[in-house]
Every structure is written in C-alpha cells, then in structure tokens.
C-alpha cells in the first residue's frame, strides 16, 4: 500500500483534525477536547467495515490508463483532460474534475504532509 493512499485513507481524519484545531484555538483545549468525543461518537458508524468497502483497495490503474485524482475514476490518458502539477501529469474522467484539481491540487493529493 502506497503511502499516498494511506493519507487518502485517513482524509476524515485529517479534516477532523484541522476542525478541532480550529475548536481548540477559539474555545480552548478542553472543548476540543469534548468535542472530539463526541465527533468520534458520533463517527462509530464509520468503523464497519461494510460501509467504506469502497474505500479498502487503493484504486491501481491498468497498464496505459490512469486514475482521476478527484473521483479515482480509470481513465484512458489518450483522451483525457490533463493537468501538470509539480512536474506530476494528471488525468481527469472530466473537464469538470480538471477544474476541480486545478484549483486546489493539494485537496487531491497528499493532504497530511
Ligand atoms: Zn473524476
């Protein structure tokens, strides 16, 4: 398992994360705190296994295809809309998920670095 796909595995985590980092500079610790509890309560339903199968194989591109870095989409990079980003080429299922990826590559790749 690559080390990209284990950051997009913990993505929930890392808006989390960033969320109660925002809670904890304006309400104090003890409230992230809490609030962290109660967010993982409330996220128990995210621990079966069932229900993010979707999510328990990183996507693997066949050989001459690519993944649309927005929606993991296979796409034939013959006819793709594309996008260079840090000397990396992506390809995209759409002009639409191009649009996305552009303005925001980061939200794409590799958020927890
Ligand atoms: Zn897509």
């Not at 925002?22 to 109660?38: F, L, M, N, Q």
Request: glycine content about 6%; some cysteine.
């Amino acid at each position: 398992m690559s080390r990209n796909f284990a950051s997009k595995l913990r993505g929930g985590d890392w808006k989390r994360d960033l969320a109660l980092r925002v809670v904890e500079r304006y309400y104090g610790r003890e409230t992230a705190r809490k609030t962290a509890d109660a967010m993982e309560y409330q996220g128990q339903g995210w621990l079966d296994a069932s229900s993010n199968a979707v999510y328990a194989h990183p996507p693997t591109a066949a050989a001459g295809r690519a993944i649309c870095p927005v929606c993991w989409m296979e796409v034939d990079p013959a006819s793709a809309p594309q996008s260079v980003y840090r000397r990396a080429s992506y390809f995209f299922c759409s002009e639409q998920h191009k649009q996305r990826f552009d303005s925001a590559p980061e939200t794409f790749l590799d958020p927890v670095r």
